[in-house]
């Protein structure tokens, strides 16, 4: 099975860095994908790693660390848009390739 | 079109009847899923579909709810003899083949549904 965890809430302020922790266990690793849901809309897209190491995207980076089995996502310069949930999804490697989502976490811009 | 497009957006019932839901994935995309949300909740796999192979069933509650896809294109969600307790937001996602890029998922706006 699947295991994976995030926090339930986070809280920063306007300008600040956070960094979003996600921990999974699974078998078959092949991929872990962040997604940004604003409330009321659908997931979308935010980065993808599979292999270890630091992708950058703008203000969002996501790190992996496959034999800690575990990924952040940091988001600089934040902004009052920022505000929503952010979810951390594992894909198998089998001959089905699921992509299983953590519960999420729900992200607070403080003036 | 271009996107994922799921019907009805909002679909309101009563407890015991059955309810169809539809999921018109992007064109060429070879995976489709569904997943529900309760409402403040993360997204709960139910089904997964990948081209011509036996669909992975392993999310869905229980035997009132099934799913179809024909070929690579569209999808069904049916929930017979609704209940209160399956009130949630129904989202659908596609993505091209493992292999050929990330593969991401790319959702449709997800059907509402409420059972009173």
């Known amino acids: 099975g699947q295991n994976i965890d995030q926090p339930t809430e986070m809280t920063a302020t306007e300008g600040a860095i956070v960094q979003i922790n996600c921990t999974y266990q699974t078998s078959g690793f092949n991929g872990l994908f962040w997604y940004q849901q604003h409330a009321g809309e659908a997931p979308t897209f935010l980065s993808y790693?599979?292999?270890?190491g630091l992708e950058e995207k703008g203000r969002f980076s996501s790190f992996l660390s496959r034999s800690k089995g575990y990924s952040y996502l940091l988001l600089k310069e934040l902004q009052m848009k920022d505000s929503a949930s952010y979810l951390c999804a594992v894909r198998r490697y089998s001959s089905a390739s699921k992509i299983i989502f953590g519960s999420g976490t729900r992200l607070s811009i403080r003036p | 079109g271009a996107g994922v497009s799921q019907s009805p957006s909002n679909k309101v019932t009563e407890k015991g009847k059955d309810v169809e839901l539809r999921c018109d994935p992007i064109?060429?995309?070879?995976?489709l899923y569904w997943y529900r949300q309760r409402l403040g909740q993360g997204l709960e796999f139910l089904i997964y579909?990948?081209?011509?192979?036996?669909?992975?069933k392993s999310g869905l509650p229980s035997d009132r709810f099934s799913a179809e896809r024909t070929g690579e294109s569209v999808s069904t969600l049916t929930i017979q003899r609704t209940q209160q307790e399956d009130s949630a937001v129904y989202l659908c996602a596609s993505s091209s083949e493992p292999g050929q890029g990330s593969g991401e998922l790319f959702f449709g706006e997800g059907s509402r549904l409420t059972v009173l």
């Open positions: 579909f990948q081209g011509n192979s036996a669909p992975d």
């Open positions: 790693n599979v292999l270890d």
């Open positions: 064109s060429g995309h070879t995976a």
